[in-house]
């Protein structure tokens, strides 16, 4: 690794070490390192459908068999996978902030709950989790870990068969109202939920140290985050695996795979010096 990286990866962790709340912003890069494929961006497909044409409200009204299918499919899919490094270095350094009473949350775009496995808990996960479900009906919301999460949907959701649609009554329902149940996903043309919204505005109020991993300081919603906290000078740092767009406001960038670069950036056992 260049010197200049190393360099920059010390003048990080001084940063770190005198920041008082720190926010990370994760996106699908850190989730990808584990494996886990990305349906939402481009080149996702399963059985015939684009995402876009599976995840949204009009698909589950019109097929809450197929859409469940699909939510089946990739529940069953990221219970093989495993948090990474990168997941388990920003869980480490959250609870040795809170042991100094300090603050330290974490805001993700992934919805595989791997932070979560990883052991994070000031957690917002801003588009939703796979393993929540949300009543059509009375919207009582809670995490749902079975697995198949009905029987009806054993061995299905393969994304290479068809099979015939499964009765409503026998998808998963509401245990306080037996409705039917939906993913507690944000799906396309839905907006993020207004206690999500405001949590994430509170936090980017307080944040002294911003670093976002496995996505673009330059698109949304990084960058809204990134400007607002760079007009404050508050340091940002990027860490993506692919190259940086000199738009970028970041005031580092590293280069590489999360999973290598924040035991780097946040470790405990290097620092202190
Ligand atoms: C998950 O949802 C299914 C279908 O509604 C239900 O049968 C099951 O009991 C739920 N599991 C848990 C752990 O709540
Ligand atoms: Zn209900």
Redesign the pocket.
Known sequence: MASTTTGKIAEFRRLLSRAHSVLVLTGAGISAESGVPTFRGAGGLWRQFRVTDLATPAAFSRSPSLVWEFYHYRRELVRTKQPNKAHIAIAQAEAKFEKQGKRFNVITQNVDGLHRRAGTKNLIEMHGNLFM?RCTSCGFT?E???SP??ESLRNRGSPAENGPDINEKDL????KCKSL?RPHIVWFGEQIWDDVLEKIEKEIQLCDLFLVVGTSSVVYPAAGYASILSQKNIPIAEVNIETTPSTSIATYHFHGPAAQLLPQLLSSNIDDE
């Open positions: 479900t809670e749902n870990n079975s999460i009905c998963p329902c509401c245990r149940v």
